[in-house]
Nanobody, 115 residues
Framework: QVQLVESGGGLVQAGGSLRLSCAAS????????MAWYRQAPGKQRDLVAT???????NYADSVKGRFAISRDSGNNIVSLQMNSLKPEDTAVYYC?????????WGRGTQVTVSS
């Protein structure tokens, strides 16, 4: 079992920045993929960005050029730097860990962007 703990959410004005972090612990393995998803009220949970243990990244079109995912593989910590935030980025952000067919989710952290 892999445990995920997210941190870094909060309230920010439009155009501002936030940095989210997620630490994975427990039965981690390599290779793996870590990702950030988000879910706005009344909407489905959508992919924001992924990063593999090899460093490959992928982004949703809506965040390309504004968000950057990175990881400290030695410590299984993934971060999401969010710049030029927009009100439509408001959501609960969830961290996901996937490896060897197993998936774990964090509890989520709220990001609110005011206009």
């Amino acid at each position: 079992q892999v445990q995920l703990v997210e941190s870094g959410g909060g309230l920010v004005q439009a155009g501002g920045s936030l940095r989210l972090s997620c630490a994975a612990s427990g039965s981690t393995a390599t290779p793996n993929t870590m990702a950030w998803y988000r879910q706005a009220p009344g909407k489905q949970r959508d992919l924001v960005a992924t990063i593999t243990s090899g460093g490959g990244t992928n982004y949703a079109d809506s965040v390309k050029g504004r968000f950057a995912i990175s990881r400290d593989s030695g410590n299984n910590i993934v971060s999401l730097q969010m710049n030029s935030l927009k009100p439509e980025d408001t959501a609960v952000y969830y961290c996901k860990y996937e490896s060897l067919g197993r998936t774990s989710w964090g509890r989520g952290t709220q990001v609110t962007v005011s206009s």
